[in-house]
C-alpha cells in the first residue's frame, strides 16, 4: 500500500468561504422616531435632539436606521439625519438590519479583484455561520460568472457543480 495523498489538497481547486466577506463590528439600530414628538416631527425641535443627541455612542459601529411606515417625514430630515451619522459611524443604511449586512457584504465583495479568479476552478463553501448567506451566495455567484472556468458549491471533497465554462 502506498501513501495516503490528500487530492483535494493538491488539486488546483480555489475555495471560497463566505465568512471572509462579514464585516465584524457592533450593529445598532436608531429609530427615526426617537427624534419626533409623537410621531410628528417638528423642524426646530427635530435639529435641537439631532444637535444634542450622544453621537459619540456610534463611533466604530454600524447603524441601521428604521422608521415606522406611517411616519410621515420631510425627505431633507432624513439628509439631516444622514449627515449626523456620517461623521460618528463606521457604515450606516436606511433599513432593517439585513439591508445593513447586505451593503456590508456588497462593499467586501466589490472590493474583491476577481480577474484573479479567470480560468480556475472555484468553490463557493457551503455551511456558514454568517446571517444572510443568501446574499453572498448571489453576489459571489454575479461577480464570479464572467472569469471562472468553473463554480462550484459546498466542500471540496463534496461539491455541487453550478457551471463550467464551455470556452
Known sequence: MGDIKNRVKQSSLI??????????????????????????????????????FNWKSFEEKFVYVTCEDELIIPSWAYVLLSYYLSKNCKD??????????????????????????????????????????????FELTKRLTPFVYSLMYGEPCSTVPIFKNKN
Open 92 to 137: 450606516f443604511v436606511f433599513g432593517d438590519i439585513k439591508s445593513l449586512e447586505e451593503k456590508l457584504y456588497l462593499k467586501k465583495i466589490s472590493s474583491v479583484n476577481v480577474s484573479q479568479y479567470k480560468n480556475q476552478r472555484v468553490i463557493i463553501k457551503g455551511c456558514s455561520e454568517i446571517p444572510f448567506p443568501e446574499y453572498v451566495y
Open 15 to 52: 475555495s471560497l468561504d463566505l465568512k471572509d466577506y462579514y464585516t465584524s463590528g457592533e450593529r445598532i439600530e436608531l429609530d427615526f422616531g426617537f427624534f419626533l414628538e409623537e410621531g410628528i416631527l417638528f423642524e426646530k425641535k427635530f435639529r435641537k435632539k439631532l444637535l444634542e
